[in-house]
């Protein structure tokens, strides 16, 4: 679904910011793009050769030149400082506290994303790469005490509505990019980083999950799905889950 704007519906908080943002991006670039094209065509008819038999190297002097420019650097310094700098500090510096989120783990892997759930302990359990196989795809070790609670659901995040979500990110091969394009978030995982990124979903639905780097012949493959519901159904989603585990 698209919005007003022809952009994927608004489907966390920080959406509307980034959208507003991008508007203005291109409200001035379709400035430029009229003003240098009327400027263009000036040229073509004000310096024409029957207007101009001789030919003057010296260049056209007057300030608005230098005006329209100083415009356009103000312009988009007023973009970097006023929009785009703040929205980042917000997304890569107020991280919320992780006992007021969700935390998940998501890794990445040619050609599938794996989520991986602390459980009702809320501890994430040990992972080992020599654990690592077709029905355990991110090494868990459910000796663990930690881990024998912990949900692994392939290409399937579901999350409560209305709660900060904290995703770390790591990738087990090459890398990708975890795009929620309803969610305005996309970032890179890469092998042997961490990387955190948060959002609030703010709209109950079903959402996809994309790659949005190329690695690899299955890349267009690669997706998942993302449904944000309530908090009962997303408690009973847990529940769901932690009994299906204990009854193995």
């Given at each position: 679904?698209?919005?007003?704007?022809?952009?994927?519906?608004?489907?966390?908080?920080?959406?509307?910011?980034?959208?507003?943002?991008?508007?203005?991006?291109?409200?001035?670039?379709?400035?430029?793009?009229?003003?240098?094209?009327?400027?263009?065509?000036?040229?073509?008819?004000?310096?024409?050769?029957?207007?101009?038999?001789?030919?003057?190297?010296?260049?056209?002097?007057?300030?608005?030149?230098?005006?329209?420019?100083?415009?356009?650097?103000?312009?988009?310094?007023?973009?970097?400082?006023?929009?785009?700098?703040?929205?980042?500090?917000?997304?890569?510096?107020?991280?919320?506290?992780?006992?007021?989120?969700?935390?998940?783990?998501?890794?990445?892997?040619?050609?599938a994303w794996n989520v991986h759930y602390a459980g009702p302990d809320g501890r994430f359990g040990r992972t080992e790469i020599t654990r690592v196989a077709a029905d355990n795809p991110i090494g868990l070790d459910r000796t663990d005490p930690a881990a024998k609670d912990d949900i692994v659901s392939p290409n399937q995040l579901n999350l409560p509505v209305n709660k900060p979500v904290l995703v770390h990110l790591t990738s087990k091969d090459v890398i990708h990019s975890f795009g929620l394009y309803e969610m305005r978030v996309k970032q890179d995982a890469i092998p042997g980083l961490d990387i955190p990124v948060w959002f609030i979903p703010n709209r109950i639905g079903e959402y996809e999950i994309t790659c949005s780097q190329l690695c690899g012949l299955g890349h267009y493959r690669m997706r998942g799905f993302l449904n944000i519901q309530s908090a009962a159904d997303f408690q009973s989603f847990i529940d769901t889950e932690v009994q299906a585990l204990t009854a193995q």
């Open positions: 679904m698209l919005n007003l704007l022809g952009l994927p519906l608004e489907a966390s908080t920080h959406a509307g910011e980034l959208d507003h943002m991008l508007v203005l991006v291109h409200w001035l670039m379709l400035v430029l793009f009229v003003g240098w094209g009327a400027f263009f065509l000036f040229v073509l008819v004000r310096f024409r050769k029957g207007a101009n038999p001789k030919a003057d190297y010296t260049g056209a002097h007057g300030k608005m030149a230098k005006g329209v420019e100083l415009g356009v650097v103000l312009a988009e310094v007023v973009l970097l400082f006023a929009y785009a700098i703040p929205a980042w500090a917000v997304r890569v510096q107020a991280f919320p506290a992780e006992s007021e989120a969700t935390v998940v783990r998501v890794i990445a892997e040619q050609f």
